[in-house]
């Protein structure tokens, strides 16, 4: 069935550094693949997305690549701070089809 | 954010009592979702809806109910609730392809 694998499980660095979050999904029929970001006990917020006719997609300090050949898409923060420290999940579906997700990324950013 | 909320909270219930999580959106939004988070498995789908009166099972469906009868409400029910059902509830709400969710109900059945 339709799965999207989710590494690594956990990521600790230092705060200035980047950090990357890479997911592979198995559907190759997907063409929406969200990002959210949940910090403890609320709510998962979207905080970028990319569709299949775009490679790669930049938002500030955050950008997400897309290579539909491999299947592959990475969540890309750089210069990261404290406040980045959360549980990120990433995510594919089909057109207003149901969101398949990962199993989620702990990333500590260590002031 | 603010458009879409779920209720009560948080519940604590016991085995084998029915409970409903309610959840309310106020866009107009076609489908609507259920989801369970627990550690290890992320979000897992447990139902979801295109639109009033259609809905369809997710990936982890049994023990589990929903009804749609307005566009705005997506109520989950639980109709014997067992102790592996113990969980955060996320309920979320989508017109095209991205989903905003609601501030979640922590379940737990003793």
């Known amino acids: 069935g339709e799965n999207v694998e989710q590494h690594p499980s956990t990521l600790s660095v230092q705060e200035g550094d980047s950090a990357v979050i890479k997911c592979t999904y198995s559907d190759s029929a997907s063409n929406y693949f969200p990002w959210y970001k949940q910090e403890l006990g609320k709510r998962p917020q979207l905080i970028i997305d990319?569709?299949?006719?775009?490679g790669e997609k930049k938002d500030q300090r955050i950008a997400v690549t897309l290579n539909k050949t491999a299947k592959h898409f990475s969540l890309h923060i750089t210069e990261t701070q404290p406040e980045d420290s959360a549980v990120y999940f990433c995510?594919?579906?089909?057109?207003?089809?149901?969101?398949?997700f990962g199993t989620g990324t702990l990333l500590a950013v260590q002031p | 954010d603010a458009g879409i909320t779920q209720s009560p909270r948080y519940k604590i219930t016991e085995t084998g009592r029915q409970v409903t999580l309610m959840c309310h959106q106020t866009?107009?939004?076609?489908?609507m979702f259920w989801y369970r988070q627990d550690l290890g498995h992320g979000l897992r789908l447990i139902y979801y809806s295109a639109a009033a009166d259609i809905t369809d099972k997710g990936e982890v469906p049994d023990g589990y109910v929903v009804s749609r009868s307005k566009t705005e409400n997506f109520p989950l029910t639980l109709e014997s609730a067992t102790r592996s059902q113990t969980s955060v509830y996320f309920c979320a709400s989508s017109e095209e392809d991205t989903q905003y969710f609601g501030p979640g109900t922590r379940l737990t059945v003793l």
């Open positions: 990319i569709r299949s006719n775009v």
């Open positions: 866009w107009s939004h076609s489908y």
């Open positions: 995510a594919a579906s089909k057109r207003k089809s149901k969101l398949i």
